[in-house]
Nanobody, 122 residues
Framework: VQLVESGGGSVQVGGSLRLSCVAS????????VGWFRQAPGKEREEVAA????????YYAESLKGRVTVSRDNSNNTVYLQMSSLEPEDTAMYYC?????????????????WGQGTQVTVS
């Protein structure tokens, strides 16, 4: 499966963004899709994930309440809605896919990755 993110950009503190992750080459409903982010000089970290078959969602504890992950299987798309953005949210955001959401926080076990979309909050 190939993944392409979009929706990043520059936003003011307190603003919102919705990122999209569009899949091709396979049905996204077979995968767990995770969102991760990486700021310059920092380790890649988990944001959220969704089991696209069941709709079950998972969130990084530190981001709960500010991010919402959702899916639209008919359009092979997963979304990440982010609100109350802070400068610390500035990072490259990636979506990734694997079979099953066990250990979803471990980015190294995801098999497929998009190219990323930059989010800058100032």
């Amino acid at each position: 499966v190939q993944l392409v993110e979009s929706g990043g950009g520059s936003v003011q503190v307190g603003g919102s963004l919705r990122l999209s992750c569009v899949a091709s080459g396979d049905t996204i409903g077979r995968y767990c899709v995770g969102w991760f982010r990486q700021a310059p000089g920092k380790e890649r970290e988990e944001v959220a994930a969704v089991n696209t078959a069941t709709g079950n969602t998972y969130y990084a504890e530190s981001l709960k309440g500010r991010v919402t992950v959702s899916r639209d299987n008919s359009n092979n798309t997963v979304y990440l809605q982010m609100s109350s953005l802070e400068p610390e949210d500035t990072a490259m955001y990636y979506c990734a896919a694997k079979r099953g959401c066990s250990s979803w926080k471990t980015y190294r076990i995801f098999d497929y990755w998009g190219q990323g979309t930059q989010v800058t909050v100032s």
